[in-house]
């Protein structure tokens, strides 16, 4: 064992035991200044960890077993808490006994179904934030939830618990999932760790459970048969990826308008026409008379009623003169700016491409990122896809926005609120690294030539006997 790899190790090792033992003892949400500490403290223990180890020059395979026992053992550790920052799962697990049961969670607001049926009664419904709300979580995840429901009741263990280890297995798929697109890219596979063993990542995914981990492992398979250039496949997997978690859509032009650059318009279309069948395909066994008001009845509500860490939406409302609990609510005015200004910022995101691999995927991650910062929630976990894609092209931005993020946890702390300070003291550093990864990802793009016009080149076979081609990246 070389030095650098028994300093990651040993980084690793007390990180867990750290967040094990805080995990059992108190939940986040009552102790949260401690929590932040600890989150803070682990990521630069885990920084230093991994930055020692990949001075020692691991192989690519030891590199890629070491990143995935480290994120299980992070996650596992995590897995010890109580889901206290987000009710979440207590939803994951009412539909998954719903599901398992017979019950279409599309049909059914929670409240009318206490008493109906096995795991449907008071205790569970108090733990739900949303009681008066249809389920808004797409297919793919019902099945998971459903699967997770039946493991739990098969093996005595919690449903929660059930759910958000699934919910970590998944993630590490993610994690894998990166490495082999960190080779695709010709980018250092190290990369990933920023991801894996992010603190941030391994308290969200498995001990708060998001469903947004299911969706991105899907996400990531789309990206690399986009990056072959296997449109229908790529599409496939985005289908997929919706299906999991609908805020995968927003990506879906980008996807489109990539391969069209690299290929053409024609050759390109299966991509769209994939990710719609799947997605479609994926609803057609809840199809009801009920099912598109009831998911359209739930979003409305969701993105009218809620608010949360959003700069933007709080900023302008200001600037309108709304004063809360004092004047009426401008949103009527607002909104609808905001949405154009998304829809903007996608077709801009989507339409720059010029058939590069590396602005492809950067266009990923700054699509999520322009989604998130014109919304009227910002949940910390929402930032997991860009996270992930933002791993994928240089820059600090996203990485050290997620280490800022647990700052609007604070709101829960005992008389907390949300704060114009806390807000600033998580974007305000963020926009300033962002607009420096902006200015070197442009000097970078002034000094490679364009990406060339796509052509017919002659195919080549890789060392696994696949016939490829050589491609600009």
């Given at each position: 064992?070389?030095?650098?790899s028994?300093?990651?190790?040993?980084?690793?090792?007390?990180?867990?035991?750290?967040?094990?033992?805080?995990?059992w003892?108190?939940?986040?949400?009552?102790?949260?200044?401690?929590?932040?500490?600890?989150?803070?403290?682990?990521?630069?223990?885990?920084?230093?960890?991994?930055?020692?180890?990949?001075?020692?020059?691991p192989?690519?395979?030891?590199?890629?077993?070491?990143?995935?026992?480290?994120?299980?053992a992070?996650?596992?550790a995590?897995?010890?808490?109580?889901?206290?920052?987000?009710?979440?799962?207590?939803?994951?697990?009412?539909d998954?006994?719903?599901?398992?049961?017979?019950?279409?969670?599309?049909?059914?607001r929670?409240?009318?179904?206490?008493?109906?049926?096995?795991?449907?009664?008071?205790?569970?419904?108090?733990?739900?934030?949303s009681?008066?709300?249809?389920s808004?979580?797409?297919?793919?995840?019902?099945?998971?939830?459903?699967?997770?429901?039946?493991?739990?009741?098969?093996?005595?263990?919690?449903?929660?618990?059930?759910?958000r280890?699934?919910?970590?297995l998944?993630?590490?798929?993610?994690?894998?999932?990166?490495?082999?697109l960190?080779?695709?890219?010709?980018?250092?596979r190290?990369?990933?760790?920023l991801?894996?063993?992010?603190?941030?990542?391994?308290?969200?995914?498995?001990?708060?459970?998001?469903?947004?981990?299911?969706?991105?492992?899907?996400?990531?398979?789309?990206?690399?048969?986009?990056?072959d250039?296997?449109?229908?496949?790529?599409?496939l997997?985005l289908?997929?990826?919706?299906?999991?978690?609908?805020?995968?859509?927003?990506?879906?032009?980008?996807?489109?308008?990539?391969?069209?650059?690299?290929?053409?318009?024609?050759?390109?279309?299966?991509?769209?026409?994939?990710?719609?069948?799947?997605?479609a395909?994926?609803?057609?066994?809840?199809?009801?008379?009920?099912?598109?008001?009831?998911?359209?009845?739930?979003?409305?509500?969701?993105?009218?009623?809620?608010?949360?860490?959003?700069?933007?939406?709080?900023?302008?409302?200001?600037?309108?003169?709304?004063?809360?609990?004092?004047?009426?609510?401008?949103?009527?005015?607002?909104m609808?700016?905001?949405?154009?200004?998304t829809?903007?910022?996608?077709?801009?995101?989507?339409?720059?491409?010029?058939?590069?691999?590396?602005?492809?995927?950067?266009?990923?991650?700054?699509?999520?990122?322009?989604?998130?910062?014109?919304?009227?929630?910002?949940h910390?976990w929402?930032?997991?896809?860009?996270?992930?894609?933002a791993?994928?092209?240089?820059?600090?931005?996203l990485?050290?926005?997620?280490?800022l993020?647990?700052?609007?946890?604070?709101?829960?702390?005992?008389?907390?609120?949300?704060?114009?300070?806390?807000?600033a003291?998580?974007?305000?550093?963020f926009?300033?690294?962002?607009?420096?990864?902006?200015?070197?990802?442009?000097l970078a793009?002034?000094?490679?030539?364009?990406?060339?016009?796509?052509?017919?080149?002659?195919?080549?076979?890789?060392?696994a006997?696949?016939?490829?081609?050589?491609?600009?990246?």
């Open positions: 064992m070389t030095r650098g028994a300093a990651a190790l040993g980084a690793v090792g007390v990180v867990a035991i750290a967040t094990a033992a805080f995990a003892s108190v939940p986040a949400r009552d102790a949260l200044p401690a929590w932040i500490g600890l989150v803070l403290a682990s990521a630069g223990a885990l920084a230093l960890g991994g930055w020692a180890w990949l001075r020692s020059g192989t690519p395979r030891a590199l890629l077993l070491g990143a995935l026992a480290g994120a299980a992070l996650r596992l995590a897995l010890c808490a109580p889901p206290s920052l987000s009710d979440d799962v207590h939803r994951y697990v009412w998954g006994a719903l599901g398992a049961q017979g019950l279409d969670p599309y049909a059914h929670p409240r009318d179904l206490v008493g109906r049926a096995e795991g449907l009664d008071e205790a569970a419904l108090s733990a739900l934030n009681p008066d709300y249809y808004v979580y797409p297919p793919l995840a019902q099945l998971s939830f459903r699967a997770a429901w039946g493991v739990s009741a098969l093996i005595g263990a919690p449903a929660e618990r059930v759910t280890g699934g919910l970590a998944a993630d590490l798929l993610t994690v894998w999932a990166l490495f082999a960190l080779g695709q890219l010709g980018r250092p190290g990369w990933a760790l991801y894996a063993w992010n603190p941030f990542v391994f308290w969200e995914v498995a001990a708060g459970g998001h469903s947004e981990a299911l969706m991105l492992p899907l996400l990531l398979f789309a990206v690399r048969d986009a990056l250039e296997r449109p229908a496949r790529a599409g997997w289908g997929l990826a919706a299906s999991a978690k609908l805020t995968a859509l927003i990506v879906a032009p980008i996807f489109l308008v990539f391969l069209a650059r690299r290929l053409d318009a024609r050759r390109a279309a299966p991509v769209a026409l994939a990710s719609f069948a799947v997605l395909g994926s609803f057609a066994p809840f199809a009801s008379d009920v099912l598109w008001p009831h998911l359209r009845e739930s979003l409305a509500l969701y993105a009218e009623r809620f608010s949360f860490n959003a700069p933007i939406y709080y900023a302008a409302r200001d600037l309108l003169g709304y004063v809360e609990g004092v004047t009426p609510p401008v949103d009527g005015a607002l609808p700016w905001l949405t154009a200004a829809l903007g910022w996608l077709m801009l995101v989507a339409l720059a491409q010029d058939g590069g691999r590396r602005r492809f995927v950067g266009a990923l991650a700054a699509a999520f990122v322009g989604y998130l910062l014109l919304s009227r929630v910002i910390p929402y930032v997991l896809p860009p996270l992930a894609l791993v994928l092209v240089p820059g600090f931005s990485p050290a926005l997620s280490l993020l647990p700052l609007s946890y604070l709101r829960y702390a005992p008389g907390g609120r949300e704060s114009a300070d806390v807000i003291a998580q974007f305000v550093p926009a300033a690294l962002a607009i420096v990864d902006l200015t070197r990802g442009w793009e002034t000094k490679r030539p364009p990406a060339p016009a796509r052509t017919e080149p002659a195919p080549r076979v890789t060392p006997g696949r016939v490829g081609y050589d491609t600009d990246v």
